[in-house]
């Protein structure tokens, strides 16, 4: 048999409906379906080392990828993962149509609707934008990042990273470093790293990390120094450049002094500690290139290549539950 | 190189010590304090004829005009200024042009006094940029650079949402915040207290609830951030009854008081004179009897000179045109002990916010006379009588309210780091 035929013989072993209706939050999952989940993608990325890319799980079924804010690389992920499902993909950048005509995201949702998708990728600059959505069609929605409130998807990608990387996610002390208090990445992974067993850090100014940030069950650390002693993984976020403007920091040589990764602040994390990011990258602000691009501390690659897996996994999840709601 | 400082009057706030003794310098440390009349060898010996012994006098707020306004006063005049007045250790406000609000600017100010080898100059750094109000200035790396406090100094950060973030930051790296209470609109173009007086005499004028209005809005923020802060030159009873209510309920809060408003009020702006034209503006008689019993009960970590050198041009106009400050480094001492000769305050008590108490607030192993500590030290005689002339000033400015009046307090002797730079 080819490798692909093998992978495709363990996806289909591994297949497991989704749990929910649709994708919306970190909270949507459970422990053993998250590991069957990453099961699934490891089988997925197997797949998708092969030549033979292609899969017929999502046969006849439309995706609808739904973009209202900017995204290359989300999106991209998000359509590569469909079409290798076998899926019609039709992405719609919206941030350039309808919005600027004045249409309501719900106007925009039930139009869309009436054309029977069944599965619904959505990004909006509003939290709670895919939940309200998801109120409002008869298709499954995948949240792929609602203002600062989620992005699910990002954080079961860097589960299946670190598991590959590590074997185990459980026990593993990981730090999330920069601006926690707008990001939607961070958010995904407290909630996905907590449920999976491991230990979370939050590090970055006080400007930038929620005062009541501590009672999510993580530690809260301002100095990069105290907060990454010990750490198995360091995550860097991006930091947003207009956080300058509104006060929250002053400029990015500071930020990069106190909370850029450098190599010598990566040397105070545990020996072997690996680096993570979601992307897309300001080098030279909360990282350094000589970290960022060095393969043997860096799972930035992988990070991308886990994209592509961890939402082929989903999309097929719903699509089995689809099928058996039949 | 070794110096004995005998048969002096040890005067040391942070230990409570008042009495005869003798202190013994090496390698510009303070090695030995001796209590008592025991007999200590130096290859230097200075006899101090039974005056008092100090640890030199910290100026936390301290305006020059370098760079941008040299013509006003330079980091050498006040350098000298301060000497010649005991002060040791001098903290220069980033008011100057451009703005000390990034750390080449911190590095500027600090080398370019060292290079003068006179007192210990120290720089505050801006909490915004440009003192703008709007944009968070680089304190992390100024606070490397050695900044020792942050402040936009008399500009009010109005922005609540900016001065919340810039408090809120500054816990990351345990630095001081220091603003001035006054709401910025009520204190628009005022140049008087509001009252019967400044009503007769047509100035424009502020009501003393503005300071109290802010320092509420302040110690609110300071509450929800827990950045240690600094009340800066607080001056009307309303404010003081702020503060108290505030470390009634826990908050650590600061406060400095300036020397002008200890020694004098709202009646010395009876004859427009502009030397007492000054920002907060004076206040009635009963506001300076509040502070003198802050300073009295110890409530006050430090007293300023509030340093502001104002030259003649921009001195010498109506009242509510004329630039405000005065000039104080020189008469900080001898003003300072009016405190002590008129209200009967302790002398450690007044020297307490003047050594002590502004080195614990900033973090500086000066201001006290003990072994390990740098041999800083003011020699002065406290009873002596002065008459204060202010064209003989060594700062370039000459804006001195004190000009012509008596005080009580000579300072004989100036030692910073085991060198003298002023004597007698």
């Known amino acids: 048999m080819t490798n692909a035929a093998v992978a495709a013989d363990l996806i289909a072993d591994r297949l497991v409906p989704f749990p929910k209706s649709h994708f919306l939050a970190a909270a949507d999952l459970n422990p053993p379906f998250v590991s069957a989940l990453l099961d699934l993608g490891d089988a997925f990325v197997e797949l998708n080392r092969s030549s033979t890319k292609a899969l017929d799980l999502l046969r006849g079924r439309t995706v609808l990828n739904l973009f209202f804010e900017n995204s290359t690389r989300t999106s991209s992920s998000f359509e590569i993962a469909a079409k290798r499902l076998g899926a019609d993909v039709v992405t719609m950048p919206v941030g350039a149509s309808s919005v600027k005509k004045g249409e309501t995201l719900i106007d925009t949702a039930v139009t869309l609707n009436a054309m029977r998708p069944d599965i619904l990728v959505v990004r909006h600059g509003a939290s709670g934008a895919a939940a309200l959505l998801s109120q409002k069609v008869g298709c499954a929605v995948v949240n792929a990042g609602d203002g600062r409130h989620e992005h699910p998807t990002q954080a079961l990608l860097d589960l299946l990273s670190l598991r590959r990387a590590f074997g185990d996610v459980g026990g593993l002390t990981v730090a999330i470093c920069g601006d926690i208090a707008h990001s939607r990445v961070a958010r995904s992974n407290v909630a996905l790293l907590s449920m999976m067993g491991a230990r979370v850090r939050l590090i970055g100014p006080p400007t930038l990390v929620p005062g009541d940030a501590d009672r999510w069950g993580c530690e809260v650390f301002h100095d990069m120094r105290e907060g990454l002693a010990g750490c198995d993984v360091v995550m860097m976020l991006r930091l947003q450049l207009e956080r300058m403007d509104g006060a929250l920091m002053p400029s990015t040589r500071e930020y990069f002094r106190f909370w850029g990764l450098d190599r010598e602040k990566l040397a105070w994390a545990r020996a072997g500690a690996k680096v993570m990011h979601p992307g897309p990258m300001n080098r030279g602000v909360e990282i350094d290139s000589d970290v960022a691009d060095d393969l043997s501390v860096s799972l930035i690659q992988d990070q991308v290549e886990m994209g592509v897996a961890a939402r082929m996994a989903v999309l097929a999840s719903l699509a089995m539950r689809l099928e058996s709601a039949r | ?424």
């Open chain 2, 1 to 424: 190189m070794s110096l004995a400082v005998v048969n002096a009057r040890l005067l040391d706030p942070a230990s409570d010590y008042d009495g005869p003794g003798a202190v013994l310098v090496e390698d510009g440390v303070i090695t030995l304090v001796e209590h008592g009349g025991a007999p200590i060898r130096g290859e230097q010996v200075i006899d101090a004829g039974g005056l008092c012994l100090t640890p030199g006098l910290i100026d936390i707020r301290v305006r020059t005009g370098e760079p941008g306004a040299e013509p006003k006063e330079t980091l050498k005049s006040a350098s000298l200024a301060a000497a010649a007045g005991g002060v040791t250790t001098i903290v220069v406000q980033p008011d100057t042009d451009p703005a000390v609000d990034d750390p080449a600017m911190v590095d500027f100010i600090q080398r370019r006094g060292a290079a003068l080898g006179l007192v210990n100059v120290r720089a505050a750094g801006a909490a915004t940029k440009g003192r703008g109000g709007s944009r968070m200035a680089e304190i992390g790396l100024m606070h490397e650079a050695g900044a020792l406090y942050f402040t936009d100094g008399d500009h009010v950060i109005a922005d609540s949402r900016v001065l919340s973030r810039v408090m809120s930051y500054a816990t990351a790296f345990n630095a001081l915040i220091a603003c001035r209470p006054a709401d910025p609109w009520l204190s628009e173009g005022a140049v008087a207290t509001s009252g019967e007086l400044a009503t007769r005499l047509g100035l424009p004028s502020a009501p003393a609830i503005a300071e109290r209005i802010q320092l509420e809005r302040d110690l609110a923020l300071v509450e929800q951030t827990g950045v240690r802060f600094l009340v800066d030159q607080i001056s009307t009873e309303g404010a003081l009854e702020v503060l108290a209510r505030a470390r009634g309920r826990g908050l650590e809060v600061a406060a400095s008081v300036s020397i002008n408003h200890l020694c004098f009020n709202e009646v010395d702006i009876g004859d427009y004179r502009t030397f007492y034209r000054l920002d907060p503006p004076l206040r009635p008689e009963s506001d300076r009897r509040a502070l003198i019993e802050a300073v009295r009960d110890g409530l006050i970590e430090a007293i300023t000179s509030a340093h502001a050198p104002a030259p003649a041009e921009d001195k010498r106009r109506p009242f509510a045109e004329a630039a405000p400050g005065a000039v104080g480094l020189e008469t900080l001492l001898p003003a300072a002990l009016t405190l002590h000769h008129e209200e009967g305050i302790d002398l450690l008590d007044v020297l307490r916010p003047l050594t002590e108490g502004p080195a614990s607030l900033l973090g500086l192993e000066a201001g006290r006379l003990a072994p390990g500590a740098p041999a800083d030290l003011v020699l002065f005689d406290p009873g002596a009588p002065v008459i204060v002339d202010a064209d003989a000033l060594r700062s370039k400015s000459k804006n001195s309210p004190f000009d012509g009046r008596r005080l009580q307090g000579r300072v004989a002797r100036t030692v910073v780091a085991g060198r003298t730079v002023h004597a007698l």
